[in-house]
C-alpha cells in the first residue's frame, strides 16, 4: 500500500475531528506518563511512608532504653528503611523457620506482623537466661520454652509501640500469638498491602532486626492525622521522647550490692570451718565500703543495720572514669 497515511497524518485527522477548544489528546506527555502495577497498588505514598519512619523511630529509641535495662547489655537500635508488599509477597519473603509474632491495633481493625530475626531471638534468650548473648545461634525453630520467653518480650514492646504511637492516636497494642512457620500465618486478605518498617537491632556480636508489617487498612482511619503538619503539631505538643524516656527508664529494676571485704585461708583451714566461726576479713571497722550498681563503682558507704535489715548508709560518690 503505497498510499498509507503515516502517523502524523493519522493524528492531524484525528485533530481535525475534534471539537474546538478540547484537549488535545495526542500531545505528548513525556515524562509524565509512568508505569502502574494493578497487581501491586501503590497505596502507601512517600508522606505517609515518612511519617511511619518518623513514629517507629521513636519507637527504636524506647526499645533501646529498654533492652539495655532488661538484658543488661549495650544495644543498638535505629531505622534501617521501609518498604510495601502484598500480604502474599511480605510472607514469601519470610524464611522457614521463623519469629514472627501477630498483634493488634486496638481499635484500628487489621492484623500487624512483627517479624524477628532468628540470630536476634537466640541472643535475647540468651541473656534472660544469664548467658552472654554471644554464643553460636542454632538453626532451628523455637522450642515451646523459648516461645514463651520470646512471646513475654514481645508483650512487653507492646506498651512502648503504644507510646511511640501517642503522638497520632491512642491505640493499644495486643499481641495474640507467636508463630515459626510462615504458613500458619493467615492474612486477612492475600492482595492487602502491607508497609513494612525494619528496625536494626545490634546486640554484641550479632547484628539482626524486627520487621513490622502493618496493613494499610489499619492506618486508613488514622490517615488524616498522619500528614506532617498534624506531627508537627504534636511534636509542639510536648509528646517528645524527653518525656517519653524518662518514663519509661524510671521503673527499670538496677542491682545494687555491697562488697564487705575478703580474706585468704589455706586449703586445710577451709575445710575446718564450723557455723560459729569468725573469719577476719580484711576490711576496717570505720573504713568505707564499695557499692556497686551493677557491674560499676558508683558510692562508698558504711554498713549499719535498720529495724531488722542490714542496711547501707552512702557517705559519697565515686567520680565516673572513662574506660
Not at 27 to 32: A, L, R, T, Y
Not at 140 to 150: M, Q, T, W
Not at 159 to 167: G, H, P, T
Not at 303 to 310: E, F, K, S, T
Request: contains cysteine.
Amino acid at each position: 500500500m503505497e498510499n498509507s497515511l503515516s502517523q502524523a497524518d493519522i493524528d492531524a485527522l484525528m485533530r481535525a475531528l475534534l471539537p474546538a477548544g478540547s484537549e488535545d489528546l495526542f500531545q505528548s506527555k513525556g515524562n509524565n506518563v509512568r508505569p502502574y502495577d494493578f497487581r501491586r497498588p501503590t497505596k502507601f505514598k512517600k508522606d505517609l511512608l515518612r511519617t511511619l519512619v518518623m513514629i517507629h523511630d521513636n519507637f527504636a529509641r524506647l526499645l533501646q532504653s529498654f533492652f539495655m535495662a532488661q538484658l543488661r547489655t549495650r544495644v543498638q537500635l535505629h531505622v534501617r528503611g521501609t518498604n510495601q508488599y502484598s500480604y502474599t509477597e511480605y510472607l514469601q519473603l519470610l524464611r522457614n523457620p521463623t519469629v514472627v509474632g501477630t498483634f493488634h491495633m486496638n481499635p484500628l481493625p487489621g492484623t500487624c506482623l512483627i517479624e524477628v530475626s532468628q540470630n536476634v531471638a537466640y541472643a535475647i534468650i540468651d541473656r534472660v537466661f544469664g548467658g552472654s548473648g554471644a554464643d553460636a545461634q542454632p538453626q532451628r525453630a523455637l522450642s515451646e520454652i523459648e516461645r514463651g520467653v520470646i512471646l513475654r518480650v514481645l508483650s512487653e514492646m507492646m506498651s512502648l509501640l503504644q507510646e511511640a504511637w501517642r503522638s497520632v492516636a491512642e491505640v493499644s497494642p495486643v499481641m495474640e500469638g507467636i508463630e515459626t512457620n510462615p504458613v500458619f500465618i493467615k492474612p486477612t486478605s492475600t492482595s492487602e498491602v502491607v508497609a513494612a518498617i525494619t528496625i536494626g537491632f545490634e546486640i554484641g556480636e550479632h547484628m539482626g532486626h524486627f520487621t513490622l508489617a502493618l496493613p494499610h487498612t489499619t492506618v486508613e482511619p488514622l490517615l488524616s492525622r498522619l500528614t506532617g503538619s498534624h506531627m508537627l503539631t504534636a511534636a509542639h505538643e510536648g509528646n517528645g521522647e524527653e518525656q517519653v524516656l524518662p518514663e519509661s527508664l524510671s521503673n527499670a529494676e538496677v542491682e545494687v550490692s555491697a562488697f564487705l571485704g575478703s580474706t585468704k585461708v589455706t586449703v586445710s583451714q577451709f575445710a575446718e570451718l564450723q557455723p560459729g566461726d569468725v573469719i577476719l576479713l580484711d576490711t576496717r571497722v570505720n573504713s568505707e565500703l564499695p557499692l556497686h550498681t551493677g557491674e560499676r563503682l558508683t558510692f562508698l558507704g558504711r554498713p549499719g543495720v535498720v529495724g531488722r535489715y542490714m542496711s547501707m548508709k552512702i557517705t559519697r560518690r565515686v567520680p565516673v572514669t572513662q574506660p
